[in-house]
């Protein structure tokens, strides 16, 4: 461990600095040394150091305001501070002020090479730890969640205002659009973050099933429970439980979570003990939940429960410029797991990228730019990488209507012209462009845009 640790030796008195100095390279460390604290500054603002070991009195200088600088601008470096006038109140001070040891003079080898091994093992841990958090943040925080539209910008602002409050949220969007991303980052953005982060897909499970999955169960509460189970809430406590497809739910079902929403405590099935939890509920759906309750298939008074805060997230289709930079961002993560060189996109696939309608939203997306690096074989991910509904832009996100006294020619006509129409634009009506994305000769384009009225350009609304 220590033939790799970087140490910074800072004491005033020149003989035993170097003496210092030279043991301690015997023992395996590679050591700078500094006279006083402004010699410290600069060797550590020019160097990385894992641990700096610091006498007390520097001359005029003074080693805890050394500490005090390290913990503000090199806090991943541990300092061991020491002294030959050392009393049981400077060695508490110097504690609760950041140090990770302090030493008394004169040092024994022993206790010295023991405090400093202490030192680098958790140093070791801390940036284990940091790496960790930092890997949870590119999978669960915000800087997974990429966009400029102006309505993802806003998502944006939501998050950051409710995430540490204890306010139910309601995440709605359609499929695809990253309910549980959004969920999770609320979650690591909050005090909860440390607690646990507990999901459930409600539409996943059968009623009874997912009582017992919430709530728990004891033995003997049915056929089959042969021990107790833990509930889903129970293991949430503390942290942040996310229930996804709650439109699912039903009409009893509902009425149990309303009253864990209200109370925070519930019974597993088949017990009588009430369990309370802190847990903050996240929710989730892709249905129109307002509509349901004038339909009668929701509760009113849950649905008011959980609308506390509602943060919606636009499709795909609404939030086109974002294409690209979530296309480059799962480009990247896919590259990380495969042995490729890919550079980007070529112009004509990041215009496909555009044009087509993704009504599976930005997990379609995902899954698009997975397929196009493992199956494709340039530098580039080209258009014929692509899918071929992408290609031929058999997707707009919406759907064709039929009509009393339309022929079906007439009834194809509406989606055709909004897939011309959409692809027109993506290329800044380049005609020559739009023809080679739909995969069409220019004549035919031309022929298709005349019948549909858009042979003069743009129109205007």
């Not at 006083?36 to 020019?46: D, F, I, L, V, W």
């Not at 601008?73 to 060695?91: E, I, R, S």
């Not at 636009?314 to 480009?331: G, I, K, N």
Request: hydrophobic share 40%; aromatic share 6%; net charge negative.
């Amino acid at each position: 461990m220590m033939s790799s640790a970087k140490l910074l030796l800072v004491d005033d008195d020149y003989q035993v600095l170097e003496s210092m100095a030279d043991w301690l390279r015997e023992q395996g460390f590679e050591i700078d040394t500094a006279r006083n604290s402004t010699e410290a500054a600069k060797a550590c603002g020019s160097s990385s150091y894992d641990l700096a070991l610091v006498d007390v009195r520097l001359g005029d200088e003074d080693g805890f305001d050394f500490l005090r600088q390290s913990l503000r601008q090199w806090p991943a470096m541990q300092v061991l501070l020491m002294t030959g006038y050392g009393t049981p109140d400077m060695a508490v001070e110097a504690i609760r002020a950041g140090a990770f040891d302090f030493l008394t003079k004169p040092l024994i080898d022993e206790e010295l090479l023991m405090a400093l091994e202490r030192a680098l093992s958790q140093r070791k841990v801390l940036n284990e730890n940091s790496q960790l958090k930092a890997e949870l943040d590119k999978h669960y925080g915000m800087g997974n969640i990429v966009g400029q539209d102006p309505r993802m910008l806003r998502v944006y602002e939501m998050i950051e205002s409710i995430a540490d409050t204890r306010a139910t949220v309601l995440v709605t969007g359609e499929s695809g659009t990253g309910k549980s991303m959004i969920a999770r980052a609320i979650h690591r953005r909050s005090s909860r973050a440390k607690g646990p982060f507990v999901e459930v897909a409600c539409g996943a499970l059968p009623e009874n099933l997912l009582e017992s999955e919430l709530f728990g169960h004891v033995a003997g509460a049915f056929t089959g429970a042969t021990g107790d189970k833990t509930g889903k809430f129970l293991q949430a406590d503390g942290g942040t439980i996310f229930l996804d497809e709650i439109g699912t739910a039903s009409p009893a079902m509902q009425v149990k979570l309303l009253r864990v929403l209200q109370e925070l405590s519930f019974e597993a099935v088949g017990g009588s003990k009430t369990h309370n939890v802190d847990v903050r509920v996240i929710l989730a759906t892709n249905e129109d939940l307002a509509k349901n309750v004038a339909d009668g298939t929701f509760r009113q008074d849950l649905y008011y429960r959980i609308n506390v805060i509602n943060i919606e997230l636009p499709s795909l289709r609404e939030r086109v410029s974002d294409v690209p930079l979530l296309a480059e961002r799962f480009l990247h993560e896919t590259l990380e797991d495969v042995n490729r060189q890919v550079d980007g996109f070529s112009d004509e696939a990041l215009s496909c990228l555009r044009s087509y309608g993704w009504p599976g939203n930005v997990r379609e997306l995902q899954n698009v730019v997975e397929r196009a690096v493992l199956l494709g074989k340039g530098p580039v991910i080209e258009l014929g990488d692509l899918p071929l509904e992408l290609r031929t832009g058999l997707s707009t996100g919406g759907s064709a209507t039929f009509t009393a006294g339309q022929t079906l020619k007439e009834a194809l006509e509406g989606p055709e012209r909004q897939i011309i129409l959409q692809v027109l634009e993506s290329n800044g009506w380049n005609r020559n462009a739009t023809a080679d994305t739909l995969g069409i000769n220019r004549t035919t384009l031309y022929k298709k845009m005349k019948r549909l009225g858009l042979e003069d350009g743009a129109p205007t609304y």
